[in-house]
């Protein structure tokens, strides 16, 4: 029997912001859990939050690195939380992905720049997902 994780449990959220034309777009992000809300960071120049700007409903559900759902999808609301709050995201995430930094992300970030062409990450953004109901 397969084991379905609720959002905020494992290492990986998958996150889904909508088009302008309400079309979905799941992203799997790392996240950290703080205050009954999911805490992610992110490119500030991605398209994702470019979305959540627009339309702050978001979908979100446990999933794999690649995005495989892993439970349930729920209903949330994302905030881009100001600056001033990063450093203390920066040092959850530190240490929740402590290894995973170190071997996962200058891999992850080789294979978005190849597949996207996309240059190297430039300012961070901070979101904060409150799950509704």
Known sequence: MEHHERPGEG????????????????????????????????????????????????????????????????????EILPDSEG???????KRKYRIDRILVLPLYRAVIRVRHRQQPEGKPAYLAITPLG
């Open 11 to 78: 290492k990986y959220l998958s996150l889904t912001s909508y088009r302008r034309d309400g079309t979905p777009v799941a992203t799997p992000v790392w996240f950290v859990t703080e205050n009954g809300r999911l805490l992610v960071s992110t490119d500030a120049g991605s398209y994702k939050v470019k979305r959540i700007r627009r339309n702050p409903t978001v979908a979100i559900a446990a999933c794999t690195a690649s995005g495989r759902l892993r439970g349930e999808t729920v209903e949330a609301r994302a």
């Open 87 to 93: 450093q203390h995201v920066d040092t959850l995430m």
